[in-house]
């Protein structure tokens, strides 16, 4: 980070923070709205009819299923593999990097963790799900 010299370099470097922001905030929402476009609820009906449909959008044919099922148990591995290897460093050396690295390593891989599972339960019931739908699943009946 700059160190200002003066007050209008303040307002410079301000006002390029501003710019920067907006154009991040832009960003988002044009992201956001490519995504809404494409998942009409129609759409979202649709896969969840057809399960062709679902495996044509990720790529792969029915013959693939096995082998695509057996390639995402193994990336379940590279997702664990860096929390734990964080995990036991946290646990073996108490250092205040070994827990920061924990803390930035393990979102990550949890999610992909999740996403993979998920991915995974879609691929062997043969019926798309969407995700909320799949995590909400899980939760406790009140």
Request: proline share 5%; hydrophobic share 50%.
């Amino acid at each position: 980070m700059k160190t200002p010299a003066s007050l209008s370099s303040i307002v410079a470097v301000a006002g390029e923070s501003r710019q920067h922001l907006a154009e991040l905030r832009s960003g988002f929402r044009s992201r956001m709205a490519t995504f809404r476009r494409h998942r009409a609820a129609e759409e979202q009906a649709a896969l969840e009819e057809d399960f062709n449909l679902v495996l044509a959008a990720w790529g792969m044919t029915d013959a693939e299923l096995l082998g695509v099922i057996s390639a995402l148990r193994l990336r379940l591995l590279v997702f664990l593999a860096p929390a734990l290897a964080c995990l036991i460093a946290a646990a073996w050396s108490h250092s205040p990097v070994s827990f920061l690295s924990l803390a930035c390593v393990t979102p990550p891989c949890l999610l992909g963790v999740v996403t993979t599972l998920w991915r995974i339960s879609i691929l062997r019931n043969r019926h798309f799900t969407p995700l909320c739908h799949w995590l909400l699943r899980f939760r406790k009946p009140s």
